[in-house]
């Protein structure tokens, strides 16, 4: 079992930048990808950015430029440093793992981004 904690969510103002913590605890050894969705209400739940255990990452066109994801292998934490926050990424977020038989998610994490 992996459990993943997020922090950081918060209120904020457009413009501004939060960065959002997950920490990974118990058997992370077969994690190979770790990663952050958001889930706006009445909405699917969308990847907003990916980052393997090597360092290889992804994310959603709608972030690119503004968000960015790293880890700390160290600490077993992954990241979501978001900058330029628009009120269209108001969501709960989610931190997420994958290991090749199963995917993990955290409790989730609120962003509000309103003035």
């Known amino acids: 079992q992996v459990q993943l904690v997020e922090s950081g969510g918060g209120l904020v103002q457009p413009g501004g930048s939060l960065r959002l913590s997950c920490a990974a605890s118990?058997?992370?050894?077969?994690?190979?990808?770790m990663g952050w969705y958001r889930q706006a209400p009445g909405k699917q739940r969308d990847l907003v950015a990916t980052i393997t255990t090597s360092g290889s990452t992804n994310a959603a066109d709608s972030v690119k430029g503004r968000f960015a994801i790293s880890r700390d292998n160290a600490k077993n934490t992954v990241y979501l440093q978001m900058n330029s926050l628009k009120p269209e990424d108001t969501a709960v977020y989610y931190c997420n793992a994958a290991s090749y038989s199963r995917i993990y998610w955290g409790q989730g994490t609120q962003v509000t981004v309103s003035s």
């Open positions: 118990g058997s992370i050894f077969g994690i190979y990808a």
